[in-house]
């Protein structure tokens, strides 16, 4: 089992889970040093960056793949910062899928990409795997991130696509940085409060990956995000209450503007996305909803 991506936000859970479950893990990371030092012992490792080819050899006779790697989207975006981002991922799954048909011995293919497909200007539509998709940066990164992805279909490796939503957990993302005003009763919505957040407990991220990998049918598209998307205004409300705190501390959007620039559009703006295809596929979410959700993450 080869995996990228595995020192990132997701990556440590689910190589914990693809060992316990058994697989032989295969890292393909920038430093390898660094990512062997993080992860369980038994792991190997091989070079990979974005925008340089990859040796077959490289996947080490790995029969399944499963790619996170990509740049962060959190950071302001400078023309620099949107080609790191865009190039990363295409350019990086492009080589991967490359290195795949080489190898021959590559029976599946789980990749990354994010709900910033369906862009930021959808208000409270419910879109599925079947929407189509926005049309600002986000959405056109994801198009052909996932164009990439899918050609590894042309060489018939059954192949998902993983639309994550806001992955929740303390130890990073958007809750991580949502804590520390929460904490001290200083949180609150943020612009008009009426965006959608289709969140996902981390474990639910993780699981839905390895549900994937079991199942090699369900192929396309498939969103990762908890089946009750909620408003950023009753999510700022349901953090407060869990942690016993106010949430009446609302931040401006241009606040918010001056703080991420064009990046702020992703928190302003949101998405209600629905997890029809795993819904459809028969998986099941720990953590369906919101205040539970909270409540395992922060207990």
């Given at each position: 089992?080869?995996?990228?991506?595995?020192?990132?936000?997701l990556?440590?859970?689910?190589v914990?889970?693809?060992?316990?479950?058994?697989?032989q893990?295969?890292v393909?990371?920038?430093n390898?040093?660094?990512?062997?030092?993080?992860?369980?012992?038994?792991?190997?490792g091989?070079?990979?960056?974005?925008?340089?080819?990859?040796?077959?050899?490289?996947l080490?006779?790995?029969?399944?793949?499963?790619?996170?790697a990509?740049?962060?989207?959190?950071?302001?975006?400078?023309?620099?910062?949107?080609h790191?981002?865009h190039?990363?991922?295409?350019?990086?799954?492009?080589?991967?899928?490359?290195?795949?048909?080489?190898?021959?011995?590559?029976?599946?293919?789980?990749s990354?990409?994010?709900?910033?497909y369906?862009?930021?200007?959808?208000?409270?539509?419910p879109?599925?795997?079947?929407?189509?998709p926005?049309?600002?940066?986000?959405?056109?990164v994801?198009v052909?991130?996932e164009?990439?992805a899918?050609?590894a279909?042309?060489?018939?490796?059954?192949?998902?696509?993983v639309?994550?939503?806001?992955?929740?957990?303390?130890?990073?993302?958007a809750?991580?940085?949502?804590?520390?005003?929460f904490?001290?009763?200083?949180?609150g919505?943020?612009?008009?409060?009426?965006?959608?957040?289709?969140?996902?407990?981390?474990?639910?991220?993780?699981?839905?990956?390895?549900?994937?990998l079991?199942?090699p049918?369900?192929?396309?598209?498939v969103?990762?995000?908890?089946?009750?998307?909620?408003?950023?205004a009753f999510?700022?409300?349901?953090?407060g209450?869990?942690?016993?705190?106010?949430?009446?501390?609302?931040?401006?959007?241009?606040?918010l503007k001056?703080?991420?620039?064009?990046?702020?559009?992703?928190?302003?703006?949101g998405q209600?996305?629905?997890?029809?295809?795993?819904?459809?596929?028969?998986?099941?979410?720990?953590?369906?909803?919101?205040?539970?959700?909270?409540?395992?993450?922060?207990?």
């Amino acid at each position: 089992m080869a995996v990228t991506g595995a020192t990132g936000f997701l990556g440590p859970g689910l190589v914990q889970g693809l060992l316990e479950r058994g697989h032989q893990v295969h890292v393909l990371a920038r430093n390898v040093e660094h990512a062997l030092a993080r992860l369980p012992a038994g792991v190997t490792g091989a070079p990979f960056t974005a925008g340089s080819s990859l040796p077959p050899e490289a996947l080490a006779d790995a029969e399944a793949v499963v790619h996170l790697a990509g740049e962060p989207v959190a950071q302001r975006w400078t023309h620099e910062g949107k080609h790191r981002i865009h190039d990363s991922r295409v350019l990086g799954t492009r080589a991967l899928v490359a290195a795949m048909r080489g190898a021959g011995t590559v029976r599946r293919f789980v990749s990354a990409s994010a709900i910033g497909y369906y862009g930021g200007t959808r208000g409270a539509d419910p879109l599925t795997e079947e929407s189509p998709p926005g049309d600002d940066f986000l959405a056109r990164v994801c198009v052909d991130w996932e164009a990439e992805a899918m050609q590894a279909r042309e060489s018939s490796i059954p192949t998902a696509v993983v639309r994550m939503g806001v992955v929740l957990h303390p130890e990073g993302g958007a809750l991580h940085k949502m804590l520390p005003p929460f904490r001290v009763g200083a949180g609150g919505p943020v612009g008009s409060g009426e965006q959608f957040v289709s969140w996902v407990h981390r474990e639910d991220a993780r699981d839905l990956l390895l549900f994937l990998l079991a199942h090699p049918q369900v192929e396309g598209m498939v969103n990762a995000t908890a089946p009750t998307p909620v408003t950023n205004a009753f999510f700022a409300h349901t953090l407060g209450h869990v942690l016993g705190r106010p949430s009446l501390v609302r931040m401006p959007a241009f606040m918010l503007k001056a703080a991420l620039g064009e990046m702020a559009k992703v928190v302003l703006e949101g998405q209600r996305v629905l997890p029809q295809r795993a819904h459809e596929a028969g998986f099941v979410f720990r953590y369906p909803e919101l205040e539970g959700a909270l409540r395992d993450l922060l207990a």
